[in-house]
C-alpha cells in the first residue's frame, strides 16, 4: 500500500511505546496482550479496523494440529516436528479457552474430523490415528456417521479429534480485543520505518511511532512492508460461501480432501462451506479481496454432491492467507538489529496456531532469546 503526500498529516504528533504492533488480526492482539501483561506499552498500528483480514474472514475452526494429516505432516516435517506442531495447537486452543472464550454465545465445543471419501486418504488417515495413540494424542476413529455428511456414502471413515472447538471468528476478536488497555490506531498505515540502537521509528499515515521494538502481524501482507520476506511469505486467497441448510445436521467440523475443502455448522440451518483453492491454484496466490465463479461454482457443485441436494447461498466471502515457505509459522527478527520482528505465515491454520505465536514472539523478541520456528531456519 502507499500513502500520498496529501494524505500524510501530522495530527497524532509522535507516539512512544515499547512495542509497536503492526496488525489487529489474531496474532497483532494477542501479541499486544502478551506485552501489556509484562508491564510494558504496546501501540497496535491497523490500516482498516480490528480483524479486518482474514482474522473475521475464516470458517471458525480451532482445530488440533494441520489440515492434511499426522502421517503426512510426519513425512513432510519429520515426526518430532509434526508432534511438536500437534502439540502447539493444542496448546493455543487452551490459551484461548483460559482468555474466557468458552462463554462466547458462538463457542462451540465440537470435534473436528478428516473425513476419507477416497481409498487413499482413508488408508493415510488410519495410519495417523495409530501414530497420534502412539504419540499420546487423544484420537477417536469413525466408520460411520448419522449426520448429513455421511448420508450419500461416500464417507469411507474419519479421524477424529474430540477435544476440538469452533467459534464465530468475529466475536472471538471482539473478546480479546476488549481485554486490551493498549491504543489501537485504526486507519492508520505503516508507511515507513528505520532503526538505531535505542529502538525504531515508523512513519504512519498521521505521525510518528517511537519504539524499542516492532512486530509485524500483517501476515500475508507483510512483504509490501518488508519486500525481504516475499520469498518466505506468500499469499493464498481461501473462498467460503454459506448455506441455507435446512434440516441438515453436522455433528462434527469436517476436513475432506485432504483438508482442501471444509465444512462446519455455526448454527442451525446454515453450514459454511469452504476451499477449493487447490483446483484454481495460481489464480488464489493473490492479495485480492473477492469471489470467483470458479472456486464459488466448484464448492457448491462439491456442496451438493455431499448432501445430496442443492441448498441456497446465503453469502460468499473470501480471506487472504499467508502460507509459508516450508508450510511452517515463522518468528524471529528480519533485520540485523533485532528491532524488527515478524511473526505469521500460518498456512491456512491461523486461529490454531497464532495466539500461541504471538506470546512465544513477543516473549523471545522482549528478552533477546532464540524463538521456536525461527526464522533463523531459512538462513
Same mark, same amino acid.
Given at each position: 500500500?502507499?500513502?500520498?503526500?496529501?494524505?500524510?498529516?501530522?495530527?497524532?504528533?509522535?507516539?512512544?511505546?515499547?512495542?509497536?504492533?503492526?496488525?489487529?488480526?489474531?496474532?497483532?492482539?494477542?501479541?499486544?496482550?502478551?506485552?501489556?501483561?509484562?508491564?510494558?506499552?504496546?501501540?497496535?498500528?491497523?490500516?482498516?479496523?480490528?480483524?479486518?483480514?482474514?482474522?473475521?474472514?475464516?470458517?471458525?475452526?480451532?482445530?488440533?494440529?494441520?489440515?492434511?494429516?499426522?502421517?503426512?505432516?510426519?513425512?513432510?516435517?519429520?515426526?518430532?516436528?509434526?508432534?511438536?506442531?500437534?502439540?502447539?495447537?493444542?496448546?493455543?486452543?487452551?490459551?484461548?479457552?483460559?482468555?474466557?472464550?468458552?462463554?462466547?454465545?458462538?463457542?462451540?465445543?465440537?470435534?473436528?474430523? /478428516?473425513?476419507?471419501? &477416497?481409498?487413499? #486418504?482413508? +488408508?493415510?488417515?488410519?495410519?495417523? %490415528?495409530?501414530?497420534?495413540?502412539? !504419540? $499420546? @494424542?487423544?484420537?477417536?476413529?469413525?466408520?460411520?456417521?448419522?449426520?448429513?455428511?455421511?448420508?450419500?456414502?461416500?464417507?469411507?471413515?474419519?479421524?477424529?479429534?474430540?477435544?476440538?472447538?469452533?467459534?464465530?471468528?468475529?466475536?472471538?476478536?471482539?473478546?480479546?480485543?476488549?481485554?486490551?488497555?493498549?491504543?489501537? /490506531?485504526?486507519?492508520? &498505515?505503516?508507511? #515507513?520505518? +528505520?532503526?538505531?540502537?535505542?529502538? %525504531?521509528?515508523?512513519?504512519?499515515? !498521521? $505521525? @510518528?511511532?517511537?519504539?524499542?521494538?516492532?512486530?509485524?502481524?500483517?501476515?500475508?501482507?507483510?512483504?509490501?512492508?518488508?519486500?525481504?520476506?516475499?520469498?518466505?511469505?506468500?499469499?493464498?486467497?481461501?473462498?467460503?460461501?454459506?448455506?441455507?441448510?435446512?434440516?441438515?445436521?453436522?455433528?462434527?467440523?469436517?476436513?475432506?480432501?485432504?483438508?482442501?475443502?471444509?465444512?462446519?455448522?455455526?448454527?442451525?440451518?446454515?453450514?459454511?462451506?469452504?476451499?477449493?483453492?487447490?483446483?484454481?491454484?495460481?489464480?488464489?496466490?493473490?492479495?485480492?479481496?473477492?469471489?470467483?465463479?470458479?472456486?464459488?461454482?466448484?464448492?457448491?457443485?462439491?456442496?451438493?454432491?455431499?448432501?445430496?441436494?442443492?441448498?441456497?447461498?446465503?453469502?460468499?466471502?473470501?480471506?487472504?492467507?499467508?502460507?509459508?515457505?516450508?508450510?511452517?509459522?515463522?518468528?524471529?527478527?528480519?533485520?540485523?538489529?533485532?528491532?524488527?520482528?515478524?511473526?505469521?505465515?500460518?498456512?491456512?491454520?491461523?486461529?490454531?496456531?497464532?495466539?500461541?505465536?504471538?506470546?512465544?514472539?513477543?516473549?523471545?523478541?522482549?528478552?533477546?532469546?532464540?524463538?521456536?520456528?525461527?526464522?533463523?531456519?531459512?538462513?
Amino acid at each position: 500500500m502507499t500513502v500520498s503526500h496529501w494524505r500524510r498529516t501530522n495530527s497524532l504528533g509522535t507516539i512512544e511505546c515499547d512495542v509497536a504492533i503492526v496488525g489487529a488480526g489474531i496474532t497483532g492482539i494477542a501479541g499486544a496482550l502478551a506485552v501489556e501483561r509484562r508491564g510494558l506499552k504496546a501501540v497496535v498500528i491497523e490500516r482498516r479496523e480490528l480483524a479486518a483480514g482474514a482474522s473475521s474472514r475464516n470458517a471458525g475452526f480451532l482445530m488440533r494440529g494441520a489440515a492434511e494429516n499426522y502421517a503426512a505432516a510426519s513425512e513432510q516435517f519429520g515426526r518430532e516436528n509434526a508432534q511438536f506442531l500437534w502439540k502447539w495447537t493444542e496448546t493455543n486452543l487452551a490459551m484461548l479457552r483460559a482468555e474466557g472464550i468458552e462463554k462466547l454465545s458462538t463457542y462451540q465445543r465440537v470435534p473436528s474430523c /478428516l473425513l476419507a471419501v &477416497e481409498n487413499e #486418504e482413508l +488408508e493415510q488417515l488410519r495410519l495417523s %490415528a495409530e501414530m497420534l495413540r502412539e !504419540d $499420546g @494424542f487423544s484420537v477417536r476413529w469413525m466408520d460411520r456417521g448419522e449426520d448429513a455428511a455421511w448420508r450419500r456414502g461416500r464417507a469411507l471413515g474419519g479421524l477424529v479429534n474430540p477435544d476440538d472447538a469452533a467459534c464465530n471468528p468475529v466475536e472471538l476478536m471482539n473478546h480479546l480485543a476488549g481485554k486490551l488497555s493498549t491504543r489501537m /490506531l485504526t486507519g492508520q &498505515e505503516a508507511v #515507513e520505518f +528505520e532503526t538505531d540502537k535505542k529502538g %525504531a521509528r515508523l512513519r504512519i499515515t !498521521d $505521525g @510518528f511511532v517511537r519504539a524499542r521494538h516492532v512486530l509485524f502481524c500483517t501476515n500475508a501482507f507483510v512483504s509490501a512492508q518488508i519486500p525481504r520476506l516475499a520469498g518466505l511469505i506468500e499469499p493464498n486467497r481461501g473462498q467460503m460461501l454459506a448455506l441455507d441448510a435446512g434440516d441438515l445436521r453436522l455433528d462434527c467440523s469436517y476436513y475432506i480432501n485432504h483438508g482442501s475443502e471444509y465444512i462446519r455448522q455455526p448454527a442451525v440451518g446454515t453450514i459454511v462451506v469452504g476451499g477449493w483453492r487447490k483446483h484454481f491454484a495460481a489464480a488464489e496466490r493473490t492479495t485480492r479481496d473477492g469471489v470467483s465463479d470458479d472456486v464459488q461454482n466448484g464448492l457448491e457443485k462439491f456442496a451438493e454432491e455431499l448432501f445430496g441436494e442443492r441448498r441456497p447461498v446465503t453469502a460468499r466471502w473470501s480471506g487472504i492467507m499467508g502460507f509459508s515457505k516450508d508450510g511452517l509459522p515463522i518468528i524471529g527478527p528480519v533485520e540485523g538489529s533485532g528491532r524488527l520482528w515478524y511473526c505469521g505465515g500460518y498456512t491456512g491454520h491461523g486461529m490454531s496456531m497464532a495466539f500461541k505465536a504471538a506470546h512465544e514472539a513477543v516473549g523471545a523478541m522482549l528478552d533477546g532469546t532464540e524463538p521456536p520456528l525461527s526464522i533463523a531456519r531459512f538462513g
